[in-house]
């Protein structure tokens, strides 16, 4: 086994979410006393996922390792106040838990489902309704073409996510966690570990070395480590509106047709990934209005009538780290590479893995193996062996 690494000094390329949640449970955890930095190349943190995310959690993934999860993260949300508090100063995300509602065309039902099944098992609050009882309970939903249901009682729903990472982030600094503004350019394998090159000439030799570079930078220190991975960055775009009709009770609506919508405040917004022809990998922020008007406003108007009339708001772009692989997360160590961990490839549900993926690094590096939730299914070994973990719900 490996031993406990105390005493070692651990760098954190990206202080977004995943970053700053994996350095707070590390800085916490009491088998680590060693030096934790943060290299952030970013500060504003304006155009990371973290900044620019729908910020929803759900317990309704097809694959178990994800329900286990979001079990974990949500109760971590819950709680928030009692875990990152500083000094007595609580942090709030403005948990709503106003739940997911999966609908199913014919075709669909049987893997909704299965998925649900297997959400059942693991203790998930999952509600299965068929056509004539969505229609009864959502009386503003077109059902043409839907054959059922699935709704999150509890456990699912919403929140300030860009708070969640400060909260993360403020905690970490406050247990003594070094965050430097600087860009990792590349790292070289060396008999002390890891010398990690910093924009400007500057080098930082560290034992440990964890990617949490996201979309922007996590692929391209991977390669620089001789690790070629499937990950790329996809455009997302969110587009706010507003709606003169109070819609009464809308969970967040995932649509067959593949968009979603949900409130925010009195207002709403929605999204949807795009024909994947249309989907090349990208790194800009331009919103693609037409988008909106042609693809989505449509779909959005067919189902939920009251749509037809809205008001459409400030929409932005974002980068999902998308996992061509499976559309599931690499996280752990890399065991060819000694040293080297990362948390990438989080296909669009990485802010609601934070907690769970940080505290099962933190663990990892502390300890050497996963002491709380075993995370060996996202292990980079599923890719080396030609096994994918494929995630059928991706949003
Ligand atoms: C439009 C959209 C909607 C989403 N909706 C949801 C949702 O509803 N629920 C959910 O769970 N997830 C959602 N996600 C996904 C979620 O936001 C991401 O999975 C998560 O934020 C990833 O966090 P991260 O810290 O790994 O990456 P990021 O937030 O991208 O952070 C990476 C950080 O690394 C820094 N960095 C990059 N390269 C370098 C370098 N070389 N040196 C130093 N620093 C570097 C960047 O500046 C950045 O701050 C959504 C994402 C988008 C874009």
Redesign the pocket.
């Known amino acids: 086994m490996t031993q406990p690494q105390r005493g070692r000094r651990v760098v954190i390329?990206?202080?977004?979410?995943?970053?700053s949640a994996t350095a707070y449970f590390l800085a916490n955890h009491p088998d680590f006393s060693g030096e934790i930095i943060v290299?952030?190349?970013?500060p504003s943190?304006q155009l990371?996922?973290?900044a620019?995310?729908?910020?929803?959690?759900r317990q309704q993934f097809s694959s178990a390792i994800n329900i286990s999860i979001s079990q974990f993260s949500i109760a971590f949300l819950r709680d928030i106040g009692k875990h990152l508090a500083v000094s007595g100063d609580a942090p709030h995300i403005d948990l709503v838990e106003g739940g997911y509602l999966f609908l199913a065309s014919k075709a669909g039902a049987q893997q909704l489902n299965q998925n649900h099944q297997l959400q059942r098992s693991f203790g998930a609050d999952i509600t299965c309704y068929s056509r004539a009882q969505l229609a009864q309970r959502y009386p503003w939903l077109n059902t043409d073409g839907i054959e059922a249901g699935c709704y999150g009682t509890s456990g699912e729903g919403w929140f300030d996510?860009y708070g969640l990472m400060q909260a993360f982030r403020r905690k970490a600094r406050s247990l003594g966690v070094r965050y430097v503004q600087?860009?990792?350019e590349g790292l070289k394998k060396n008999e002390c570990g890891w010398l990690v090159q910093l924009e400007g000439g500057e080098q930082l030799q560290t034992e440990i070395f964890v990617n949490?570079?996201?979309?922007?930078?996590g692929a391209a220190?991977c390669r620089s480590a001789g690790l070629d991975l499937p990950i790329t960055s996809q455009k997302?775009m969110?587009f706010p509106f507003e709606c003169k009709e109070e819609i009464r009770n809308l969970p967040l609506l995932v649509d067959p047709s593949g968009f979603y919508v949900r409130p925010e405040g009195k207002s709403y917004i929605c999204?949807c990934a795009p024909a994947a022809n249309k989907d090349p990998e990208c790194f800009d922020f331009a919103v693609e209005h037409d988008f909106f008007m042609e693809e989505l406003w449509p779909r959005l108007a067919h189902r939920i009538p009251a749509f037809e009339s809205l008001r459409p708001g400030l929409a932005w772009a974002?980068?999902?780290?998308m996992n061509g692989f499976d559309q599931n997360a690499f996280v752990g160590p890399v065991p060819q590479l000694e040293g080297f961990y990362l948390?990438l490839g989080?296909s669009?549900?990485?802010?609601?893995?934070a907690p769970a993926v940080g505290r099962g690094l933190a663990e990892h590096i502390a300890t050497g193996t996963y002491q709380s939730l075993d995370l060996t299914p996202l292990s980079i070994e599923r890719f080396w062996n030609g096994t994918p973990l494929l995630e059928k719900n991706v949003v």
């Not at 290299?39 to 970013?42: A, G, T």
């Not at 620019?52 to 959690?57: D, G, L, Q, V």
């Open positions: 390329a990206g202080g977004a979410v995943m970053g290299i952030e190349k970013d943190y990371c996922a973290s620019r995310s729908a910020a929803s959690i996510g600087g860009v990792v949490t570079a996201g979309a922007s930078g220190l997302r969110i999204g974002g980068h999902y780290d948390a989080f669009g549900h990485g802010l609601q893995q």
